[in-house]
T-cell receptor
């Protein structure tokens, strides 16, 4: 059973702080890794994708991947109340349109 | 650039009924995947359509079926509805042949089974 594990939270951080979200996966064949943001009652929105070991930065977001440890994380710098949402980690095998396997998500609350 | 669209937004049905949900992929995309998201859970893969055929299927019973049309739009049909089918149904579109498979979700259809 291919699994993706996330702490359900809630993770509470003060405004302006760094929020750190973590994810582990069981399928060593996973090649593509994604972070989706989901506001309450809305659909998931793709915010970051990462495919190689190391860091990938996009604005206030940094995704980190360590395939040897089967670990992927998302850092949100200068957290804002508008970042309060559930963050879903998703992985899939490379090549073609393989299904995404999701974790249950981590609920982030940024306190003003 | 038109994003993924889904209809209807909300739907209320009773047990035993049948339902059809619709999805139009993002402009330029040719593959549609359907996911079910129960409250407090991550999305679960139902099936995927490409070239009007079901290509992959998750662990869902045959009550769940689908179709893809020549214009790449897709339908999800659920027969003999159960209370447990109440969920947010998400459609995701992507483009086959891309090395990295980014999938973009529509707004979803909230199905309530009474």
């Amino acid at each position: 059973q291919k699994e993706v594990e996330q702490n359900s939270g809630p993770l509470s951080v003060p405004e302006g702080a760094i929020a750190s979200l973590n994810c582990t996966y069981s399928d060593r064949g996973s090649q593509s890794f994604f972070w989706y943001r989901q506001y309450s009652g809305k659909s998931p929105e793709l915010i970051m994708s990462i495919y190689s070991n190391g860091d990938k930065e996009d604005g206030r977001f940094t995704a980190q991947l360590n395939k040897a440890s089967q670990y992927v994380s998302l850092l949100i710098r200068d957290s804002q109340p508008s970042d309060s949402a559930t963050y879903l980690c998703a992985v899939n095998r490379n090549s073609g349109n393989t299904p995404l396997v999701f974790g249950k998500g981590t609920r982030l609350s940024v306190i003003a | 650039d038109a994003g993924v669209t889904q209809s209807p937004t909300h739907l209320i049905k009773t047990r035993g009924q049948q339902v059809t949900l619709r999805c139009s992929p993002k402009s330029g995309h040719d593959t549609v995947s359907w996911y079910q998201q129960a409250l407090g859970q991550g999305p679960q893969f139902i099936f995927q359509y490409y070239e009007e055929e079901e290509r992959q299927r998750g662990n869902f019973p045959d009550r769940f079926s689908g179709h893809q049309f020549p214009n790449y739009s897709s339908e999800l049909n659920v027969n003999a509805l159960l209370l447990g089918d109440s969920a947010l149904y998400l459609c995701a579109s992507s483009l086959v042949g891309r090395v990295y498979n980014e999938q973009f979700f529509g707004p979803g259809t909230r199905l309530t089974v009474l």
